[in-house]
């Protein structure tokens, strides 16, 4: 399996190498050669899930408007690339070019007004370069009443391009503030969109014409923060671990000695603590098909985490690689499926299961159904919106062929050869015929009190990074430093880990044998803290708004988050696993 993975991440390699050309082939111009300039779609800033194509507002275009064709990530990603009205010759200056002309009419004003009132902007890629700019003003000077605001289109674009040699390094526009179009009437308007071109030469080589925009997440100010996240959440780390180690193992070792002593006294003692239920500890989970095919999905979401970060450590996901991350997550997620089907059909199989069809069904419905449920409607709201979000009917049917093609046969594959396996559950104690009652229990040990102490832990390890991953996906900041995050990853695993077995030895010393689904649901509750911080960054963090805006946030996230309840989950029961196998390893059980 893992000689399979390297190819996956070879794969992936070679696919984002070759989705990174532009339509420049080689990058390399001459003087006077066209450089491929494209519209690539515009919304409200404050939304960034909401966007429409270029010109679906009432911009003059210079022909026939031609569609780039796209890769599937780009697709997902939201971009719909057309050829933009601006021509951008290699090293050919151009003073207030004029477009076109154009009589807006009532329609077309109201609609640049609402653009302009909603703060649109504009989005281009040149050489894929990315461009950004905002499409009007909003005067509010002196205005107290929103009836008495102005409104401006922009109607005269700058573009200043640097070059090296042949290459092209980096392009800025700028709007003229002098070149103004009032919208703020009901009336028709004339239009002269314009554009201007001024290129000049640089010592930056091409390799790192890139930089300028990983820099921005790289800044002494930022990184003093990501560092503090590090820190606070080692300080986390080293508290928890210090606090197992004395407590736990003190106590542990104290159980040791006593029921060593208990066996050599007097036979007729009753114990007590968590060797008395030794009978029950390793009987089997109730509803063990879904513990099973939890497990599974659990896994093969771990095992897509770990690759992500693997190639986001060699580099492919460096900023404005255009849908390379979403590209990633659907292959990796359909080449993973084995995983998922031969660890639930394995596990199911161990628990002396007899439906494994029904299990590996279970298995691959798990998390694609309720992901398939809210992109379903997600995709409808986006379809009213006429928005790009909403994916195009031929790309729906191309993840349908994925998941039919590919998915569902490896993830069949890994169930046979799961269930093929043979493996039998290592339980170092024997389990009695009926079940132990168990012993009334303060409200504190119930399941939900003891989800939110195992979740508030891993949580406050990752809330301040948690910020900027949101401002990133659900705003304009770019993310680029993968190695922080990736140091987070793995202390978020440990402190999951360390924070359910600790919980899981203190419910076995209560004498409370049903621990399975227990230390699943403490392991994965930190996907419930993170929707919560999901409420607090809505409200309070981010400026969205909209019903198409909200629930794509709330939608997805929810996705995002019980897959980290899934993923979190199954490392807890692994983790509960491993500590309970083992303190009963070191006893003597008649």
């Known amino acids: 399996m893992a000689g399979g993975g390297w190819h996956v991440v070879v794969l992936l390699l070679v696919c984002a190498a070759i989705r990174v050309r532009s339509d420049g082939s080689n990058h390399k111009y001459k003087v006077g050669d066209a450089v491929p300039l494209y519209a690539n779609k515009v919304g409200p800033f404050h939304n960034p899930s909401e966007t429409y194509r270029y010109f679906d507002l009432p911009f003059c275009s210079t022909g026939e408007v031609k569609d780039k064709s796209e890769a599937l990530g780009e697709v997902l990603n939201g971009d719909r690339l057309v050829s933009a009205p601006y021509k951008l010759d290699f090293l050919v200056d151009k003073e207030s070019e004029v477009i076109c002309k154009k009589k807006l009419s009532k329609k077309d004003v109201a609609v640049f007004q609402r653009a302009v009132a909603k703060d649109y902007y504009f989005q281009m890629y040149y050489d894929d370069l990315p461009i950004w700019g905002f499409l009007g003003k909003v005067d509010k000077e002196g205005k107290s009443d929103p009836s008495e605001y102005k409104y401006y289109l922009f109607k005269h674009l700058h573009f200043e391009i640097f070059y090296n040699k042949d290459r092209v390094i980096e392009i800025n526009a700028r709007t003229d503030p002098s070149a103004l ?161 031969y660890t639930a059909s394995s596990f199911y199989c161990q628990l002396e299961g007899s439906n494994w069809v029904r299990n590996l069904l279970l298995t691959g419905a798990l998390f694609c159904g309720p992901l398939l449920i809210t992109f379903a409607f997600l995709n409808t709201v986006a379809i009213a919106y006429h928005a790009t979000a909403a994916l195009p009917f031929g790309t729906i049917v191309v993840i349908f062929l994925i998941w039919a093609l590919v998915t569902s046969p490896l993830l069949v594959l890994g169930g046979i050869a799961g269930k093929n396996s043979k493996a039998e559950f290592q339980a170092p104690c024997r389990t009695t015929k009926y079940p132990r009652e168990i012993p009334p229990l303060p409200w504190y040990r119930a399941t939900l009190p003891q989800m939110a102490m195992a979740g508030f832990l891993p949580f406050s390890a990752i809330y301040i990074e948690l910020y900027y991953i949101f401002a990133s996906v659900w705003g304009h900041r770019i993310y680029t430093i993968y190695s922080i995050l990736f140091i987070v990853f793995i202390i978020l695993l440990i402190v999951t880990a360390f924070i359910t077995v600790a919980l899981t030895y203190f419910q076995l010393a ?54 980290f309840f899934l993923m979190l989950g199954a490392v807890g029961f692994r983790a509960a696993l491993f500590f309970v196998r083992h303190i009963y390893r070191s006893i003597k059980c008649e």
């Not at 004498?511 to 994965?524: A, K, Q, T, V």
């Not at 309070?540 to 939608?555: E, I, K, L, V, Y």
Request: glycine content about 6%.
């Open 181 to 341: 179009v009032d919208l703020t009437d009901d009336k028709e308007v004339d239009v002269e969109f314009m554009y201007s071109a001024k290129w000049k030469e640089t010592s930056v080589p091409f390799e790192k014409r890139m930089d300028k925009y990983s820099h921005s997440s790289s800044l002494p100010r930022h990184l003093e923060i990501h560092w503090f996240s590090i820190i606070n959440s080692c300080v986390t780390v080293l508290l928890l671990t210090g606090f197992l180690a004395t407590i736990l193992m003190r106590v542990l070792k104290n159980d040791f000695v006593k029921y060593a002593h208990d066996d050599e006294a007097a036979e007729d003692q009753e114990e007590t603590g968590w060797k008395y239920i030794h009978g029950d500890v390793f009987r089997f989970p109730k509803y063990k098909s879904l513990f099973a095919a939890a497990l599974g999905s659990g896994t093969q979401l771990f095992t897509l985490a770990t690759f992500i970060f693997l190639l986001a450590l060699v580099g492919v996901f460096y900023p404005y690689n255009r849908g390379a991350l979403f590209t990633a997550l659907v292959v990796i997620y359909a080449l993973t499926s084995g995983i998922a089907g």
């Open 510 to 563: 209560a004498e409370d044998h049903e621990w399975w689904w227990r230390s699943f649901l403490c392991g994965g509750s930190t996907g419930l803290f993170i929707y919560g911080y999901c409420l607090y960054y809505y409200y309070a963090r981010s400026d969205m708004s909209g019903f198409m805006q909200t629930s794509f946030f709330f939608g997805y996230m929810a996705c995002v988050c019980y897959a």
